[in-house]
């Protein structure tokens, strides 16, 4: 039977795809929300640390499942090999409603203002294709508002002297700090460094009928046991469902899009939960499928008003993809300093996170969450023994006595670390999979050394005894802060979408998720990909929607 | 379910094996190698006691399938190779002599040299890197996959299983 056609088809139903979802059905837009995964529950997953998301050596609880995902890695030297969910090249977030922000870690950073001008602030970068977003700090700023009210971030900028102009404060007060992260405050301001409690997308206070965070150590990389930490799973997707507009079909993966003769979208053919093909037509469809999905789909669509993809007249689809080269330091102290308070990370600096001398961009750097027993095992300084009587005597000794600095350096964009799709590798569908090549810059692995040294300096400063830095490697990151590959922009030539997320050329289809963002910031990005769900929506319901509800 | 080679396993050496991929020859060196790797003493149980064999023994059927063939011919090398170097094979060397042979191993020592070719096509430096890993997925994982009995890694740990909500104080 055919579906009946519908306003608006939405591919993905993780951070960006939740919020447009509600968005327009709460409007009045009849949406159908497509997403490959399913509903997850922590109980079918509990303390389980080999499949959680955080490191999946068995595989990814979240999905997407080894069975039927695969994607091809290309390294350095141009070796195609291919790769599945549990590895790391393969670059995983997640597949199941709610996407990544059921398990994540949940920091709710809002970019600076730097982050949306890095060209004009720090200028040309050699080998980059570094460019300022189309839109600043200040259009975004009340999105960032309705994302951290209605999805619900605890947090207290008046703390930190970095924080970017905000009109509302955060709707609930700031978590509190476990002993180690009592110590490392104590640190960051004996090194003259300014430290706060992070923003996090958890209750620190009872919030919109759900409870309290209860301080658990399995929480990044976890759903949440009492449904103390907010995702689009337990906020604006059961709003969207609520509102009696909006069809959610779970286990339904969708494998291209539809276009019309004069190039236009009329819907998406997509597998069913039965694995039959079928087609949705509707008037516009919004691409939410992450910034590895998101570019495959368009360019697995190519026809013959669109020979290269859709989207892609220029080649920008699947370029300039970023991740996050995390970097830092870890240190060992005298006592015990873990008191098995979760989840960890609690405090930040921004103090480098900008305007480092010498430096393009920075990093925000934090406290880590709390590595479970097996995690721990890879926690070592450099040539320590990794198994016999030394490798148990430092599990035992050291794991209430480390503490370690991290942050996302910002990489600098650049053309050839990209998503294209395979000529060979197909997935169970039969669909030509992502495949995923480039590296780092020099000036990335600059940024990196820096901040590490800063990591280095702050951990000394709180006390530690033996201290050790990690950098990252060269090769293109794709994980979990994945971004970039359908980057927004004015001129049609060096970019894929319109300020509004609207694909150029194209005026019924549209992207919201971390595809857009032109560069990824010296943050963890969901919060600005959760505020530009709002953007995008805002602007398909002027150009297309009804008349918007008034206030009563 | 017991699986075709388990009960080949058992004819051949008249023996069942408790193990269902490995057979009972293969997951007595495991044994000994989880031992060597998490050792035993007297505050905490070694690899073998957290059942971490049971654990590489299940994966290998499951989720760590793709290292099987690599343990199979990797399991028989490494006692055999032992021979050139130390006269006789691994299982009848003593404990300190294991030790300094896995050291050599893990050093890339035997990854050249005449019985590399017992290996077949796995270096035995990386093979030895891994059985290290599984062993720790073993001890420090979750007991729902078979290993980390009682979850003895965590008491090691002084860790809660479940953990009792906490508050930290405000700051
Ligand atoms: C363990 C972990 C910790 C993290 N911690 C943090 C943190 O502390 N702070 C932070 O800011 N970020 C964090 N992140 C990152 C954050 O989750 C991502 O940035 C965010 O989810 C990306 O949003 P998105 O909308 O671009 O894509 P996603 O949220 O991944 O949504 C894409 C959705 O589309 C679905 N999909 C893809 N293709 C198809 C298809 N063909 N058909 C149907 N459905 C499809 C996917 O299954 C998925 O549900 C973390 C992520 C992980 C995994």
């Not at chain 2, 191993?105 to 796995?122: C, K, M, N, T």
């Amino acid at each position: 039977m055919a579906n009946e056609h519908v306003d608006v088809v939405i591919v993905g139903a993780g951070a960006g795809g939740g919020v447009v979802a509600k968005e327009l059905s709460a409007a009045g837009l009849s949406v159908v929300l497509f997403e490959r995964g399913d509903w997850v529950n922590y109980s079918d997953h509990r303390d389980d640390e080999l499949t959680s998301q955080r490191g999946f050596p068995l595989k990814p609880f979240f999905g997407p499942d080894m069975q039927r995902y695969r994607r091809v890695a290309v390294d350095r030297d141009g070796t195609e090999r291919i790769v599945y969910p549990n590895e790391w090249a393969y670059g995983n977030i997640a597949a199941c409603v709610g996407s990544g922000t059921v398990a994540y870690g949940a920091m709710a950073w809002r970019f600076m203002q730097e982050d949306f001008t890095m060209k004009s602030t720090y200028g040309e970068v050699e080998g980059s294709s570094l460019a300022d977003w189309p839109i600043g700090y200040q259009d975004l700023e009340p999105y960032y508002e309705k994302a951290e009210w209605e999805i619900g971030v605890s947090g207290d900028d008046s703390k930190n002297p970095f924080a970017p102009p905000r009109k509302k404060p955060h709707p609930m007060p700031a978590f509190g700090h476990n002993r180690e992260a009592r110590i490392l405050e104590a640190g960051a301001r004996k090194a003259g460094f300014h430290p706060f409690s992070i923003p996090m997308l958890r209750n620190s206070e009872p919030y919109q009928g759900r409870g309290q965070c209860i301080h658990v150590r399995n929480c990044v990389g976890f759903a949440c046991r009492v449904n103390a930490k907010n995702g689009t799973h337990n906020t604006v997707i059961p709003t969207a469902l609520a509102t009696g507009n909006c069809d959610l079909r779970v286990n339904c993966k969708v494998a291209k899009i539809l276009t019309n003769s004069k190039g236009r979208v009329t819907g998406v053919s997509y597998f069913d939960e039965h694995d039959q093909l079928r087609e949705q037509t509707a008037d516009i469809v919004v691409l939410a499928a992450s910034a590895t999905e998101t570019p495959r789909l368009l360019l697995n669509s190519a026809s013959t008003h669109h020979p290269n993809g859709i989207g892609n007249k220029y080649d920008w689809v699947g370029r300039n993809l970023q991740d996050h080269a995390y970097t830092g330091a870890d240190g060992l102290f005298a006592e015990d300093i873990y008191d098995d308070v979760g989840p960890g990370a609690s405090v930040a600096i921004c103090d480098f996170a900008h305007n480092n001398p010498g430096i393009v961009g920075g990093a925000m750097l934090a406290n880590d969450f709390i590595p479970l027993p097996y995690a721990f095992t890879k926690v070592r300084p450099p040539g320590s023994a990794r198994w016999g009587r030394d490798h148990k005597e430092f599990q035992r000794r050291n794991f209430h006595r480390r503490a370690s600095i991290r942050g996302p350096i910002q990489e600098m964009p650049n053309f050839e670390s990209r998503v294209q799709v395979s000529d060979e590798v197909r997935d169970h569908w039969g669909i030509p999979v992502v495949k995923l090549s480039g590296y780092r810059l020099d000036q990335d692995m600059e940024a990196a050394k820096f901040i590490a040294d800063k990591a280095a300096q702050w951990l000394e400063a709180a006390g530690a005894v033996d201290i050790w830095k990690s950098l990252p490697g060269l090769g293109v990151g794709a994980s979990q802060h994945q971004a970039g590959t359908c980057r927004m922009g004015d001129d049609p030539q060096s970019s894929v979408t319109n300020k509004y997320g609207q694909v150029h050329g194209i005026d019924n289809l549209y992207i919201a998720d971390g595809s857009l963002h032109v560069t990824n910031g010296a943050f963890n990005p969901v919060l600005t990909i959760m505020a530009l769900g709002y953007w995008v929506s805002e602007h398909i319901l002027k150009e297309h929607g009804p008349p918007l509800p008034r206030e009563v | 379910m017991v699986s075709g080679s388990a009960v080949m396993s058992g004819c051949s050496n008249g023996l069942i094996s408790p193990y269902q991929t490995l057979t009972r020859r293969e997951g007595q060196l495991v044994e000994i190698l989880a031992d060597r790797i998490i050792p035993p003493d007297s505050r905490n149980p070694g690899g073998k006691d957290a059942r971490v064999p049971h654990f590489i023994d299940q994966q290998l059927g499951k989720h760590l399938s793709d290292s099987l063939e690599m343990y199979q011919a990797c399991l028989p090398a490494l006692n055999e190779a032992c021979k050139s170097r130390h006269e006789v094979i691994f299982t009848e060397l003593g404990e300190q002599e294991q030790i300094l042979y896995l050291t050599d191993i893990e050093a890339g020592v035997y990854d050249s040299g005449p019985e590399r070719r017992l290996w077949g096509h796995f270096a035995p430096s990386l093979f030895f890197s891994v059985l290290v890993d599984h062993c720790m997925m073993g001890y420090y994982g979750s007991p729902k996959h078979g290993g980390n009995k009682n979850y003895a890694s965590y008491k090691m740990l002084g860790l809660f299983v479940e953990q009792v909500p906490m508050r930290p104080r405000s700051s």
